[in-house]
């Protein structure tokens, strides 16, 4: 599908290039033309005015110079005279014929394609003095030109091509990206989904058998409503990645104390950190305010403090802080614990992604620093890893509300 798209925007861009260049060289020709032909007729004009003075058209270096020749008839179609040393004048029928085909004519001025002429005619005391002036040389200059610009045409269609490919690169990208995500997404929810289904059947087999005891009954039922509870966080969290990535992800922004958020969200695990036998010690500067969504800045506390508990050495103690810098905030959430690699580190904010591979049944699905990488994300700020000296410190900068 990918390619089928590069391939179209390929053809689309080309098409569009190759019109806009075909427009334009058209009408640089267009114009050209049109400039060739006025600037003959101006001439023709200025030597019909003054036709014996034809050193007139020397006063003027800008003035364009074609070859032409001027004839003289009465009014009873007999050839007076003729003027211009760029033709042989000598054949007189010849004269008579195209003085006779320029008077035919109803127009001032016209061509004799026959002749490769054009004429304007003056009418005089006489009779007329008509002006031809060559055609050839402007239909050799243009017919060249038009060569010339299908070279242009077709020689730049190359490197247009090249670029066009390029580009349909780094604009497929971010849909590629997406299409590939997406399909990680679904297999990682399949394979996330698949143990737990299979947990489920198992149970619900020996549930259903009717040698089962009755003690044992109870341990089943337990298993299954456990989790049946884990794959309900899974799809809870698999439809908040969905909203964020469909852009449905509503987030009403306020302006709060962000410290006595912290200090809430903290408040709520202290019970649990004190049952797993942890400490928790908390460091936080007052009166830092912000302008975000309360409830979903909570859930990234959660996240942070989740992960921390989970991941942190056996009767670990977690520390919280929360300070200033500059016109921002950073939260930290340390932990002793095994070292992150640095692979772990550029990788951990992934979904579905575990540094410990080991850990797969402990309601942990790889989605919740996902998530609260969406959300810093939203409130312009960012979010990263650290893991040096024993601890492995998560890290939010989000920036201040305006006074």
Known sequence: MIRKLR????????????????????????????SMQNQSISMMRSIASSPFQKGNLGKDADRVRLPFFTVQISRHGQLLGTGGGYFDLSDQDYILDIANAALSSKSEIGKLDDYNLRFLKNKTPMGYTIVFSDTATEATTLRNMILSCLLIFFSASIPFLGISILLSRWVIRPVEQAWDQQR????????????????????????????????DRKTFSKNILSVTYQMRSLVENMLEMARVDNGTLKMKFKVLD?????????????????EKGMGLTVK???????????????????????????YSSPNGTVNV???QTGRSCVLSVSSPGDPIAKEDLKNIFKRFYRADKARVMDGSYGLGLSIAQSVVEAHKGKIWAESKDGYNTFLVQLPLAHP
Do not use: W
Not at 266 to 272: G, I, T
Not at 292 to 300: D, K, N
């Open 284 to 310: 936080l500067q007052d009166g830092i305010r912000l302008s975000g969504s309360a409830q979903h800045l909570y859930q990234v506390m959660d996240v942070l403090l989740d992960n921390a508990m989970k």
């Open 321 to 323: 802080s929360l300070e």
């Open 258 to 274: 962000f410290s006595q958020l912290v200090h809430d969200a903290v408040l709520s695990f202290q019970l649990l950190y004190e």
């Open 184 to 215: 990680q997404f679904v297999a990682d929810a399949s394979h996330e989904l698949k143990t737990p289904l299979s947990v489920i059947m198992a149970n619900a087999e020996l549930l259903g058998n009717d040698d089962t005891p009755e003690t």
């Open 7 to 34: 391939i179209k925007f390929v053809c689309v861009i080309m098409a569009i290039i190759m019109l806009m260049l075909g427009i334009i060289l058209g009408v640089v020709i267009h114009f050209t033309a049109q």
